[in-house]
């Protein structure tokens, strides 16, 4: 009985095009499945302490704290809103965990926090459903006074560690998880 070698022939053009359509299709589905947050920094140069780096804050530190915010409220909506959900978020006020103490005439450049500079964060918010119902809504002050006391499960290099928790509470308690 001869033997026969199996055919090392690459996979044809036709097959790989059909994996990657396929691949592609169910990354866009699993994309359609979150519903949307649009968020709003409301006149973000009169936030009281949106500066990782400094008591006073400049554009460019401001820019940095709102794109992290952005950035956490994006992922807690793909990972918690119906698709059929619309959320609009508005930031009315940040004031991140800790504070910046005097040091002479320059000010500190190390933020100090302590268990009685927690975060807090003030918004507005609208969930709407089916692109049309307003399902809840309303302003809100997001603050915890023994925001140092549980475990936090962001690490300690994280500058938002402390504002996550706070936004990750609010949004469990408001929308709940899919």
């Not at 979150?34 to 009281?48: L, M, N, S, W």
């Not at 800790?98 to 302590?114: C, D, I, N, Y």
């Not at 006391?149 to 402390?162: E, K």
Request: hydrophobic share 40%; proline share 6%.
């Amino acid at each position: 009985m001869p033997l026969h070698r199996a055919s090392r022939q690459s996979p044809s053009r036709p097959l790989i095009a059909a994996c990657l359509v396929a691949a592609g299709t169910a990354i866009a589905a699993t994309a359609a499945v979150a519903g949307t947050v649009d968020v709003r920094f409301v006149a973000p140069e009169k936030y009281t302490d949106a500066s990782y780096s400094s008591p006073v804050a400049g554009e460019s530190d401001r820019a940095q704290v709102l794109r992290d915010i952005d950035q956490h409220l994006q992922r807690l909506a793909s990972r918690g809103l119906a698709p059929t959900d619309n959320l609009k978020v508005e930031v009315l006020d940040v004031d991140l965990a800790g504070h910046f103490p005097p040091l002479g005439a320059g000010g500190s450049e190390v933020r100090v926090v302590t268990d009685v500079t927690g975060p807090r964060i003030r918004l507005r918010y609208n969930l709407m459903r089916d692109g049309a119902a307003t399902v809840s809504g309303g302003e809100e002050v997001l603050s915890d006074l023994n925001f140092m006391v549980p475990s936090n499960r962001y690490s300690s290099g994280d500058r938002l560690r402390y504002e996550k928790v706070l936004l990750d509470r609010w949004f469990e308690k408001r929308f709940g998880s899919k």
